[in-house]
Each structure stands twice: as structure tokens, then as C-alpha cells.
């Protein structure tokens, strides 16, 4: 199979070009896209890399997923509703049983968010795939009301979407890296691969937020480092930023594979220790939950955002002035940890 | 060094933020970008990938040049002003004596079209450079003035823009693929692998065609291939699209170092053969030259367009009604051939 063939029979689809502020899609030198008036274009784009972010003999059609979510999640990060995307793929070969799946995985995400593949690039590599997603929020002028790192105030509430953790969860558990003895029923275990594998991009939340988050980021990299980033970035004029303290308590609650687990525990032989739930909910990464922060008075406004986007939220701490990130138990006391959020270039 | 340290120390530049239409730059889940009133955005990306698009050993200064180039060549076969893009790079390490001439290479070009740096992603992994470019061309209601692949008119003279050939020329030399006996000169191998390694996009010719030329794309497969984009694409209704004929003689005199060559033969031990210089012209690649179509009544202004843009053009044939692409010569006898464009999937 060609390249140009390839691109046909899995990568061009009828009526491609009509999506809405899409005025030319694959197959020219440039795509073009049409913002509409009083709209600002969101760009993001992200790479995955066989061996670094899946496995070798992931499902395709779980990648296809993926690959889209990811950005999407940085989409919905920042308040914008999707337009349209770019696909750039190096594949070892030209294999029609793996590109099928992989692109039914693709498109059903992206049609479920009425997200146009607009172009593209296929090489021959080592299998790589980056792409670049474009979404719309309203803006003028530099003036943007996208949801930004940099608007967290003190004294705001921080939230958390959903569930934390479980996607770090099953990459222990598939890398063998669990703790001696620990081994997760399969429902657990199935249940946490789902959250690795095809993660959820909170796009109708990120939506919904836009007007009362004073501040937001998508979880890829581990809940410290992603909140960490919101608290460099705002307080505009100090030099380390702002802090926070977060509810430990609270933010290990938040593991579902845990929190099954626990409810469950009388059938299974074993149990997540709160140690390892609380580095998986704060440093684990490839959650793509959204972080973000409101003022206390908006909280209904909040809850009711979060009810109209069916996604739940949880309140686990406060922004302060003093730079850093603080731990605390249930009852206030200080919890101690020495956890980093996930860099792909730290020493290993 | 840490990605986020990475991406300070290499990548992020002050003012990066404050390019014409940028509103975000890089450092939040999106960069914002505002297309002006009455215009279209034009986006295009492409992958490289180590040991298929370059070498191992490749000067990291002109491969951040190419990896811009060969994107911002893509905006200039449409016509668009280069506004953006956004750098995914995945590195087998983080090493300061790679990335530092990497991002000169880069940023050097990138001023050269105030195109500003916005947004990427950085990842540990086999050498891979996606960039995505963003670019405007007027156009509304879905009516554009891009230059686009299907516009081509039967009549139309057939037009390419300097030379062709020397890149593919240089990659045969470096991989030691020339015909027994032929050596090229220093000379010529220098100016011939100076088109492989830094390409120039013809962005200036690109928005000197708009409204004048009919059809263009840019030439990175090769010639042949390049030019059966437009002709498959033009011919609205036609089922194989349109066809051409190309003078071989007029085509082949566009190698430089050939020319070169051929000038200063005396001084030389070897001369490159036609038949070489053909293929190398006609389906070598890698030129980023553009080929455009024009009705012969507009030929003023082509070649006033050609000067504005200080950049040659030369009319190599003519589109007709029946499809395919024949060679002549100078005396308008059929030229045999067996030529392909370049793909990445074809059997090797």
C-alpha cells in the first residue's frame, strides 16, 4: 500500500471538509480554517511515542483514542470546544490490520466531539504520532475568555474532575512495578487499564467552566506538577508564584481502582496501601482530569457547571499566598512526601 | 536538564508572545491565536524522522532550518502569510551541544518570516520533529484566495520555480548511490547538498501568485508527483483529471549543479548524464520549489509576481485535456519514461 493510498482508505471520510469553520480539508497543501467572528483559535499539539507513552501491542484502537484525548484534554483545559485536528504518523509499515482499528478509535472520539481531521503527515518510522488540535473560544482584541494557568487568586477553592490515580495504577501494574504481594483483582486492574488506555477529555467541563475557574490545566503530568504550574503562573509579581495546600485525605478518595478495592476488599486477597493511592493521585499523570481553581462564592456555580457537563468535581484544597505545595490530613496535621510529577528527560 | 528546563533554556523567548495575531504563546495547555478580520487560517504540518527525512550525523543548525522550511513551504504553495507553528520534538536526550544549533537553525528562519514559536511538546524518543504551521490568506464564507491544488485550467502553462533536482542529487552522492565513475566536485556536492540540508520556501512567490496563478503546490515528492496532485485534482468532473506535457529539455537545463557541472567541465572530471539530471529534475524531491499553473495571458504578470519575489520562474509545459503526464523534447518527440515520485510506503 502507497502512501497516498493509505491516506484514502483510512484517512479521508465523505463530507470531511464540511465541519463547521472547516472551508478545506485533507488532501492540499494547507488545510483552512475559518474561526468565526468574536473567536479566539486554541492550538495544542502532543506527541506519543511507542515504548514511551503505550506499549508496543497496545490496541490500536485504544491508541487511536488516546492520541486524540490527550489533546482534547488541552482543549478542554482551556475552555475550547473543538474544531478540528492534524494527524502526523511514522509507521514501521503500512499495516491495514492496525490502521483499521486505529483510525475506528480515532474518529469515534473525534466525531463525539464534532472534531475534523483537516490534514496530516504519514511517514515511515519508528511509531510516532503527534497531533495538533484546534478549538475555538470566544476572545478579541487579546482579550480571551479561555480558561488560563495564570488567573488563580488566594484564597480560591482548588478542584479536581473525577477520578485520580487509576491510570498510574494499571501502568504499575503492567510494568510489574506493584509492591510485593500486591496484586489487583482483574475487575480492578481492568478498570484502571481503561483509565490508562482511554482516558475521558473533560471537554464539556472545560466548557462549562469558562466565566467562573478562575484557573485551569489538564492532569497529564501528575496532579502536583500540573497544579504546581497554576501556581507558578499566577500571582503575577511574585516571584515564586502561589501555593497551596491540598487535603490528602480528601485527594486519595479519589482513586477509584482504590476505593472499589477497599469497598470490595472482603473478596480480594489484597488492598491498595494509602501510601501508593496517594502517589498515584498526585504524581502519577495520564489522568487528564481537569485542576482548577474558584473563588469559595462561586462554589454552587461550580457544582452547577460540573452537573451541567455530568462530570463530578471535588473540592481538595485552597490557594495561598505562601509559594509551595503543603500536604495536610484529615484533621489539618501536616503530611510529609517527597513526590515529583513525571518529566520525560529526569534522570530514570 | 528537566523538559520544563529544556523548554525554558531553548525554546522560550522573550516577546515570543507579541507576534501579529498571536494572543497566547507557549507555556499553557493552548496557545491563542487571532486571525485577522477576512482571513482564513492555513495550517499545515509535517513529521521528520532521523535515518528517512536526514542523517544520524546531520548539522543540527540546518535541521532546524528544514524542519521549519519544509512546513513554511507548504504555506507558500497556498499562498498565506506565515503567522505560528508549534514544535513536537521527541530526543533520544536532552543534550545542550544538539539543541542549541538545533534551535538557531530554527529560530533563524522562523524571524526571517516573523513566524512565531507558540506551543509543542517535548518527549524522550527516537529522533522525530513534528512542527505545525499556521498561516493567513484572505478568505470568507468559504471563499478563499489560497492557492489551491485544483484550480488548474486547461491552457494553463506549467511553471516551477528555480531549480530542481540538486537536493536528490546530493542525497544519491551522501549515500553513494551515483552511477559508477561519476564524482561530483566539492563545488558542486557543497551547493547541491545546501539545497538538501536548508531549502528556501518560497513564501514571498507564493503571495506574488495570489489571484494570478490557477493551481500550485509545493515540490517535496518530486516534480511528476507533485504536478499529479494538481492534475488529479483539477478537471472538476473529469475522472482521471487533467493532463500535461513537459519540455524534458527546458526541465532538465533546471539542475544547477548539473549546469554548474556542464559550464565547467573543463575543469572537471566528470559530467553529470541527462538521464541522471532527468530523474534528479523530475522525480527526485525534497526541492520545496513550487509548481504553479497560469493562463498564457497571464504571463506578465507570472514573471512580474516571479520579480516582486525575487525568485526565478521558469515554464516548463503546458495542462491539457487528456490526462497523464508526457515528456518531450525540444523538438517535441515523446520522451520515454519510468519515473515515480517519492513515497514513503512504496516497496523499497
Not at 500500500?1 to 463530507?15: A, C, N, S, V
Not at 487499564?193 to 482516558?199: A, I, K
Not at 506538577?225 to 502561589?242: K, T
Not at 501510601?275 to 502519577?284: E, F, H, I, N, P
Request: with cysteine; glycine share 12%; proline share 7%.
Amino acid at each position: 500500500m502507497g502512501e497516498f493510498e493509505l491516506i484514502r482508505q483510512f484517512f479521508t471520510r465523505p463530507g470531511a471538509t464540511t465541519g463547521a469553520g472547516v472551508v478545506l480539508g485533507v488532501g492540499d497543501d494547507c488545510a483552512l480554517l475559518q474561526p468565526a467572528p468574536g473567536m479566539h483559535m486554541a492550538i495544542s499539539t502532543d506527541m506519543l511515542v511507542q515504548g514511551r507513552h503505550f506499549f508496543a501491542d497496545v490496541d490500536p484502537r485504544t491508541l487511536g483514542h488516546k492520541a486524540l484525548a490527550v489533546n482534547l484534554s488541552d482543549l478542554a483545559a482551556c475552555g475550547a470546544r473543538p474544531v478540528a485536528f492534524t494527524l502526523a504518523l511514522a509507521l514501521p509499515q503500512a499495516d491495514p490490520a492496525w490502521l483499521g482499528p486505529f483510525a475506528q478509535g480515532l474518529f469515534a472520539l473525534a466525531d463525539a466531539h464534532a472534531c475534523t481531521l483537516v490534514g496530516g503527515d504519514t511517514t515511515r518510522g519508528p511509531l510516532t504520532i503527534c497531533i495538533t488540535v484546534f478549538g475555538e473560544v470566544p476572545g478579541s482584541h487579546g482579550q480571551s475568555q479561555a480558561l488560563l494557568r495564570s488567573g488563580a487568586q488566594v484564597g480560591d477553592d482548588v478542584y479536581v474532575s473525577g477520578t485520580l490515580g487509576d491510570a498510574h495504577l494499571a501502568l504499575l501494574a503492567l510494568q510489574g512495578k506493584l509492591p510485593t504481594g500486591l496484586v489487583l483483582p482483574p475487575a480492578v486492574l481492568a478498570q484502571a487499564r481503561q483509565r490508562l488506555e482511554q482516558p475521558t477529555p473533560r471537554v464539556a467541563l472545560g466548557l462549562a467552566l469558562r466565566g467562573i475557574a478562575t484557573a485551569a490545566a489538564d492532569v497529564s503530568d501528575g496532579l502536583l506538577g500540573d497544579l504546581g504550574h497554576i501556581l507558578e503562573r499566577s500571582g503575577a509579581g511574585m516571584p515564586f508564584g502561589l501555593g497551596a495546600t491540598l487535603n490528602t485525605t480528601i485527594a486519595t478518595s479519589l482513586i477509584a481502582a482504590c476505593a472499589h478495592s477497599t469497598r470490595a476488599k472482603g473478596t480480594f486477597d489484597s488492598q491498595i496501601p494509602a501510601t501508593l493511592a496517594l502517589r498515584c493521585v498526585l504524581s502519577g499523570g495520564d489522568d487528564y482530569e481537569l485542576v482548577f481553581t474558584a473563588p469559595p462564592a462561586r462554589q454552587a456555580q461550580v457544582l452547577a457547571a460540573a452537573a451541567q457537563a455530568a462530570t463530578p468535581v471535588t473540592c481538595i484544597g485552597r490557594i495561598e499566598a505562601q509559594p509551595g505545595l503543603r500536604l495536610v490530613d484529615a484533621n489539618g496535621a501536616p503530611v510529609p512526601h517527597n513526590l515529583a510529577s513525571f518529566d520525560h528527560f529526569a534522570s530514570e
